[in-house]
């Protein structure tokens, strides 16, 4: 049904093809857990079509926003857009959203091969269901000839209210103890009834991809063993395993051996971890579990008690080697540390942090400022509240992140598979700056977990130019400004074309694709009328037509704001 048209290039020394997808995306109603709501569906149809290709392939998908109510845009999690910053995807930092009727192409390179995940990166609207796999094989496998056949399973918390009334619970005033929103459910495949079929004497590759907005999952096969092979598209070494808890994006890929008989069909248990930190026993909730199985034969009885887990004790990423080899980056060049707490703002909203500072959108999407600013790109100055770091081509980076809030979170970064130096375990404080030894390779991913009250510590080199966003990957904390924004070798941004595509998007909502945060394109350094405060109220994904017609959404807000209060402002806007 969703049959990717493929046209093979006749390119002598390679076989790369080109992967088109045109994509109408809209509301469907669905049912997974038997509750049914509208959700957002690809050409009709979801659970979403699979993104599939081999590395070296690209893909193009048109897609086209028939929503009608919400503007959106695709990011391609873990594809590390390398020459293509501008197809990244989240919303004012790479382009302007998409608005109801208009059309936006893709297009990038499949650069290394994994399993990966694309998703909406506008506005928190992907757990209203625009996510789904995305497969790159790989034609010089270190693995191959070890499985005989390849399964995706994806895991996914699930809400039964839409994305927008959440973020009103959300960012609430009454909402003190900065609560997110707690999932209604839990899905496998879109489902919650995931099955196996195993077949003797074979082994499985099966790619586990979390889609998840919020929570964890815990899982656990019985009578079988994992052997994790690779984790967000970089291969590990063979990491043998019981359990695993993948965080929301992270992905985890096993290979299941089949055992030699078909007499018994068995279990497997995936619980939903909402733990405020799960290493406290005492803390444990697990309030949505799923029962899967592996069946060998139909024919006889699916084991009549799920599977009983005393413990959790997943294994531990940060001990797995990297499978490339590609040993401790040298010493660091450019050092970034995220202080992440939770505070209340001036407008009594809760929000989240990184060193006091909360991610505010700006008016011209960060990447295009970088291109539009001349040297000035390499002042952070000109890319407004984004929490800016500017890096040069070429450092080895390291970002530490405090974690100082009492639950894990995930964290992710745009345009690289960092290694990961260290993470100790709940309670360790922030880092205290000793150098770190790394024996062997360490391993690398594009989303890692903090654990609570700790910190961890995390190394890239700088080697692909372009704006990429650092955030903690639970949806609830992008929407209360959990991101920084890395400015990777302005130097080489500037000058830079903005694709046709952007400009009628941006143009067909008045916003400016050019100049400062604020879009002054005289003075770089003049802020003036830059946004310095989120959106209040938010509307999440909800399309403004009323903010275009005006010009500035921000403007309009402001306004709305002024005539509800009924007290003096104080706070400068
Ligand atoms: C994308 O799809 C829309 C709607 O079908 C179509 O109007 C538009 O021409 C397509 N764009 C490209 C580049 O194919
Ligand atoms: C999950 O869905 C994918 C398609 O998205 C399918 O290929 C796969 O077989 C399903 N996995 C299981 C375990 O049913
Ligand atoms: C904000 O929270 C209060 C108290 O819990 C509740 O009455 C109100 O409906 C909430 N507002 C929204 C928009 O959800
Ligand atoms: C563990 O969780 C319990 C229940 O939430 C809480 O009372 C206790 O303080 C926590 N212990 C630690 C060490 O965080
Ligand atoms: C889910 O599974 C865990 C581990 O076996 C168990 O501790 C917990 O009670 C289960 N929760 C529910 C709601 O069944
Ligand atoms: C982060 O917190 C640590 C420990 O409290 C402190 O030493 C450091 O100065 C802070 N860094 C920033 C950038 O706020
Ligand atoms: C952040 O805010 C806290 C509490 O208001 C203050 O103690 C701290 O100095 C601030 N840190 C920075 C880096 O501004
Ligand atoms: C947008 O339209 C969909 C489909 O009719 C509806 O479910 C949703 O509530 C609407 N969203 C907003 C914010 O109006
Ligand atoms: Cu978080």
Known sequence: MFKPILLLLSIPSTLAAI??????????????????????????????????????????????????????????????QKGTPFMDGPSAVSQCPVPPGSSFTYTFQLDEPGTYWYHSHSNGQYPDGLRGP????????????????EIILTTSD???????????????????GFNPPIPDSLL?????????????????????????????????????QMQIIEVDGSYTQIATADQIRVAPAQRYTVLIKALATTDLNYAFLVALDINRDFTNVSASVFPHNITGYIVYDESKAYPSFPVEVDTWAPADDVTFQSQSGQSLLASPTKEITLNFTFGIDSQGVPRSYFN??????????????????????????????VNPFVVESGDIVQIVVNNNDAAIHPFHLHG??????????SGSGAFDGHNIAFLGAPMQ?????????????????????????????????????????????????????????????????????????????????????????????????????????????????????????????????
């Open 416 to 425: 690289h598979q960092f290694q990961v130096l260290e993470r100790p375990a």
């Open 19 to 80: 992967i088109s997808y045109d994509w109408n995306i809209g509301f469907v109603s669905a049912a997974p857990d038997g509750v049914s709501r509208q959700v957002i569906g690809i050409n009709g149809q979801w659970p979403l079509p699979v993104i599939e290709g081999t590395a070296g392939d690209t893909v193009t998908i048109n897609i086209t926003n028939s929503l009608g109510n919400q503007s959106t845009g695709l990011h391609f999690h873990g594809i590390n």
């Open 445 to 573: 991913r594009d989303t890692v977990t903090v654990n609570a009250n700790s910190y961890v510590v995390l190394r890239f080199q700088a080697n692909n130019p372009g704006v990429w966003l650092f955030h903690c990957h639970i949806e609830w904390h992008v929407i209360m400004g959990l991101a920084a924004t890395i400015i990777e070798a302005p130097e080489s941004l500037a000058g830079g074309t903005i694709p046709s595509d952007h400009q009628s998007v941006c143009n067909a909502q008045k916003i400016p694709l050019a100049g400062n945060a604020a879009g002054n394109t005289q003075n770089f350094l003049d802020l003036a009328g830059a946004n310095t405060q989120p959106p209040n109220p938010d509307n999440g994904p909800t399309f403004e037509p009323s903010c275009v017609n005006s010009g500035s959404c921000d403007e309009k807000r402001k306004r709305e704001r002024r005539h509800r209060r009924s007290f003096p402002v104080l706070e400068a806007f």
């Open 356 to 385: 006091n500072i909360t991610y505010v959108a700006q008016k011209v999407p960060s990447l295009f400022t970088a291109f539009t600013t001349g040297s000035s790109n390499t002042n952070p100055l000109v890319y407004g509240t």
């Open 188 to 224: 496998l495949n879109d489902t919650q009834a995931a099955k196996f079929h195993f077949t003797p004497g074979k082994t499985y590759k099966v790619r586990i991809i979390s889609m998840a907005a919020f929570a964890s999952t815990l899982f656990q096969f019985g009578g079988h």
């Open 158 to 176: 699930w809400y039964h209210d839409e994305v927008g009334t959440l973020i009103q619970q959300l960012l609430n005033t009454s909402n003190t």
């Open 134 to 149: 995305l497969i790159v094989h790989d034609p010089n496998d270190p693995y191959a000839g070890q499985y005989d056949e």
